[in-house]
């Protein structure tokens, strides 16, 4: 089944406590992508990467890393989490997206991880 | 900056009626505009998209118009039903910068009664 994964699902841990939620997917996708989500600020883009070793910042990415060692795979780094990083997580992934042909590359979202920092 | 505005944030509807959902953008550059659907609990899965080519996309009860002069574009829902009920968040894309980044609404929670 095509899918992206994420791990953990919930997750409760304190300020400066360096924690890794896990993306992964199945589907031999160049891009992926994470998002949080907040209350009526919608989905903001952290990070993005459009293939292996390619990674640049999105809309949000202050007190994110992001590493894309392997193609399947896009961990979301928070080096020394705080309470305004508490949210709702979203990795994502499609095919590369080229000028013109960007109806043709639907994103594919994980089930969320929820994050509370306290 | 919000590039993409949308309203209402939150949409209340009687089964069968009609639901609309608003969205305005700013980059005249954007030339995708899809729409996501997100069920609780459950991550944002693509509903219906439209090029700017065309002023309208219809997917069975699912339609999309498009005014491309007043860079708008809004979701109708025909015949809305219980399992309709969702966080419907719109998107768009294409300006250039990067490839395959969306820009998101602000979301809009419809319930619809039964």
């Known amino acids: 089944e095509a899918q992206v994964t994420q791990n953990p699902r919930y997750l409760i841990t304190v300020t400066g406590k360096k924690l890794t939620v896990t993306c992964s997917q199945n589907?031999?996708?160049?891009?992926m992508s994470w998002y949080r989500q907040d209350p009526g600020l919608g989905l903001r883009q952290i990070y993005y990467?459009?293939?292996?070793?390619?990674?640049d910042k999105g809309d949000v990415p202050e007190g994110y890393k992001v590493s894309r060692k392997e193609k399947r795979n896009f961990p979301l780094i928070l080096e020394s989490p705080s309470p305004n990083q508490t949210s709702l997580y979203f990795c994502?992934?499609?095919?590369?997206?080229?000028?013109?042909?960007?109806?043709?590359?639907?994103?594919?979202f994980g089930p969320g991880t929820r994050l509370t920092v306290t | 900056q919000q590039q993409v505005k949308q309203s209402p944030q939150s949409l209340i509807v009687q089964k069968g009626g009609i639901s609309i959902i608003n969205c305005a953008y700013e980059?005249?550059?954007?030339?995708?505009f899809p729409w996501y659907q997100q069920f609780p609990g459950k991550g944002p899965a693509l509903l219906i998209a439209?090029?700017?080519?065309?002023s309208e996309k219809k997917e069975g009860r699912f339609t999309i118009s498009f005014n491309k002069s007043a860079k708008q574009f809004s979701l109708h829902i025909m015949d809305s039903q219980p399992g309709d009920s969702a966080t419907y968040f719109c998107?768009?894309?294409?300006?250039?910068?990067?490839?395959?980044?969306?820009?998101f609404g602000q979301g809009t929670i419809l319930t619809v009664h039964p």
């Open positions: 994502a992934s499609s095919l590369l997206a080229r000028a013109g042909l960007a109806d043709s590359y639907e994103q594919y």
């Open positions: 589907m031999n996708h160049e891009y």
């Open positions: 990467s459009m293939n292996v070793e390619v990674t």
């Open positions: 980059n005249t550059a954007f030339d995708y």
């Open positions: 439209i090029r700017p080519d065309v």
């Open positions: 998107a768009a894309s294409g300006d250039g910068t990067s490839y395959g980044k969306l820009t």
